[in-house]
T-cell receptor, first 114, second 116 residues
Framework: GAGVSQSPSNKVTEKGKDVELRCDPI?????LYWYRQSLGQGLEFLIY????????KSGLPSDRFSAERTGGSVSTLTIQRTQQEDSAVYLC????????????FGPGTRLTVT | AQKVTQAQTEISVVEKEDVTLDCVYE???????LFWYKQPPSGELVFLIR??????QNEISGRYSWNFQKSTSSFNFTITASQVVDSAVYFC?????????????FGKGTSLLVTP
């Protein structure tokens, strides 16, 4: 079946611009996570959604980051007023077996802020 | 504080050698889950194994095997008779209830290079 998909695969933006990154989880997966992978910080958790509940934003690095999930499926991560330190690969993952199950990752969006 | 430690940053082996990737974790939870993921040069994280804290039985899947020891808080991964296609970065991860939605807490990864 189809895996987690993310778009765009690559995004280059100028410092100060806003960007939107999209994640389409595996159909039927109720839990969705965003992570960020950068050279300096490794893989770090950003935000978590469970079904239609309000997200847990405890991992977001600043208030310039926000995310939403529509209809318990597709999610959008928005970064406002991008900074160079936002450059990273943004990964989305979803899981079927509740929050304790294995997470399946998408291919990621490589964000470069110039 | 780093909850998952992968002390080996890079490992280089010759094809057909066995190699063990170390993972040490830290948690106060009694229920937790441990994972290994593979990240090949293409970049996508590939799930390899999930283990819960109540199951210390070692697992073997083909050339892969995992040794979970709660006494030493370790979850080591061994590749037997390594192949060039095993070249990748391998991540160990911990999932615990004190994390949001059992989010994964990753180690820094071990880069494995298998040469012919």
């Amino acid at each position: 079946g189809a895996g987690v998909s993310q778009s765009p695969s690559n995004k280059v933006t100028e410092k100060g611009k806003d960007v939107e990154l999209r994640c389409d989880p595996i159909s039927g997966h109720t839990a969705l996570y965003w992570y960020r992978q950068s050279l300096g910080q490794g893989l770090e958790f950003l935000i978590y959604f469970q079904g239609n509940s309000a997200p847990d934003k405890s991992g977001l690095p600043s208030d310039r980051f926000s995310a939403e999930r529509t209809g318990g499926s597709v999610s959008t991560l928005t970064i406002q007023r991008t900074q160079q330190e936002d450059s990273a690969v943004y990964l989305c993952a979803s899981t079927l077996m509740g929050v304790r199950g294995e997470q399946y990752f998408g291919p990621g969006t490589r964000l470069t802020v110039t | 504080a780093q909850k998952v430690t992968q002390a080996q940053t890079e490992i280089s082996v010759v094809e057909k050698e066995d190699v063990t990737l170390d993972c040490v974790y830290e948690t106060r939870d009694t229920t937790y889950y441990l994972f290994w993921y593979k990240q090949p040069p293409s970049g996508e994280l590939v799930f390899l194994i999930r283990r819960n804290s109540f199951d210390e039985q070692n697992e073997i899947s083909g050339r892969y095997s995992w040794n979970f020891q709660k006494s030493t808080s370790s979850f080591n991964f061994t590749i037997t008779a390594s192949q060039v296609v095993d070249s990748a970065v391998y991540f160990c991860a911990l999932s615990e209830g004190s994390n949001s939605g059992y989010a994964l807490n990753f180690g820094k990864g071990t880069s494995l290079l298998v040469t012919p």
